[in-house]
């Protein structure tokens, strides 16, 4: 059994490295520097422009030091699930502040965003339900979707005519929308307004990612909401990430009391994850007043991301108001051929290819951070020029 399962393995991996599709892990080392430097396993340095640290905030001296005096006299991992025993005054600390941030009443914190996804879409959305998914929505949101057992419909991507005829069909059970604020790998927003105002007609609940969107969209970057000037009673449930623009690690789930409540006592990956560490925790409440008080970050970010642009006209991308700016390739031999030579002229950004982006789609997905400077993105520039 085992040697026919090794010869399907082996054959399955030949048949993605033919397709331009094998994937390998990449180890690097940060630079000491405020700008994303970092050195790959062969010793040569390499700015980044692949990482989600949209606001710069992963290198700051101010989340280094209260993870560290949170370590002080205290433990390293909690070591325990958060009904367990997982949970310190730091977790605690951390809730109430998001919360206040976004004008909600509760927030609930899990590992990661993938699990947070997971936990929501399974917790909540019934077998009998109907899950009404864009296309474009990450993995973590449609493998949350199946796991929920509804029947799940894939709308195409920010179309709304689609979604409201497939809302008009008759249904039993619950009508769930979900989406994404910033689409994590095309950049664009959700029509919220329209969205939403769709939801209402249909009597449809709203689950909104905002991995993406917190932090550079909105007021104290608070996200689509704020930045479509739209109430947080509007959706069911916001999800965000830590490990995004607050340069962290976890993710939060933010809503009313009453669902965070249910959530605690139905979402698995709550229930049977190891808490956050403290000191993890520490950094991101840390990184919070940063990033509120941002202004300035947000304005450099919207600087380059004009000068990016500029640069890019007449080629294939996809211009977008957020960081996240795709160089549409086609092929996936062609994507890796573009990110090899921005390489060798010292530029990290790996080619993006199906099944994370449409086949036919493979890309340079350009990341900008508030760390990176004017002269970073005419260097970027003057590398896609020579190719």
Request: aromatic share 6%; glycine share 10%; with cysteine.
């Amino acid at each position: 059994m085992l040697s026919s399962l090794q010869a399907d393995w082996e054959d399955g991996l030949a048949a993605r490295r033919n397709a331009g599709l094998l994937r390998q892990t990449e180890v690097l080392q940060p630079l000491p520097e405020t700008r994303p430097y970092f050195r790959d396993a062969q010793g040569v340095r390499l700015l980044s422009f692949a990482s989600n640290d949209y606001l710069g905030l992963t290198r700051h001296p101010a989340l280094r030091e209260a993870a560290r005096e949170s370590l002080e006299g205290s433990e390293y991992g909690v070591s325990a699930a958060p009904l367990l025993g997982g949970v310190r005054p730091t977790h605690e600390a951390l809730a109430a502040s998001l919360a206040a941030w976004l004008g909600v009443e509760a927030v609930l914190l899990f590992g990661s965003g993938y699990l947070a996804n997971l936990g929501v879409l399974s917790a909540l959305v019934a077998v009998q339900d109907h899950l009404f998914l864009d296309r474009l929505a990450h993995a973590s949101l449609i493998d949350g979707a199946r796991l929920s057992g509804a029947r799940l419909q894939r709308f195409r991507h920010n179309d709304l005519d689609h979604l409201e005829t497939l809302l008009q069909r008759p249904r039993k059970g619950r009508a769930w929308i979900v989406t994404e604020g910033v689409f994590s790998m095309d950049g664009d927003l959700a029509p919220l307004p329209e969205l939403l105002a769709l939801a209402a007609r249909y009597d449809a609940a709203v689950l909104l990612d905002e991995a993406h969107a917190f932090g550079v969209l909105g007021k104290e970057g608070c996200g689509s909401l704020d930045h479509w000037g739209l109430a947080a009673e509007q959706v069911t449930l916001r999800i965000g990430t830590l490990g995004k623009a607050f340069g962290s690690y976890g993710a939060f789930v933010a809503g009313p009391t009453l669902l965070i409540r249910w959530l605690q006592q139905a979402a698995r990956s709550y229930l049977f994850h190891t808490a956050l560490p403290a000191n993890v925790a520490a950094a991101s409440l840390a990184a919070l007043e940063l990033l509120r008080g941002g202004d300035a970050r947000r304005q450099h970010l919207g600087d380059l991301r004009d000068a990016l642009q500029l640069g890019l006209q007449g080629r294939s991308y996809l211009p977008s108001t957020t960081p996240i700016q795709g160089l549409i390739l086609g092929s996936n031999e062609k994507a890796l051929q573009a990110a090899a030579q921005l390489r060798a002229a010292g530029i990290y950004c790996p080619a993006v290819r199906p099944p994370t982006v449409p086949a036919g789609q493979a890309r340079l997905r350009i990341s900008l951070s508030a760390a990176h400077a004017a002269e970073d993105i005419a260097f970027l520039l003057d590398a896609l020029e020579s190719r």
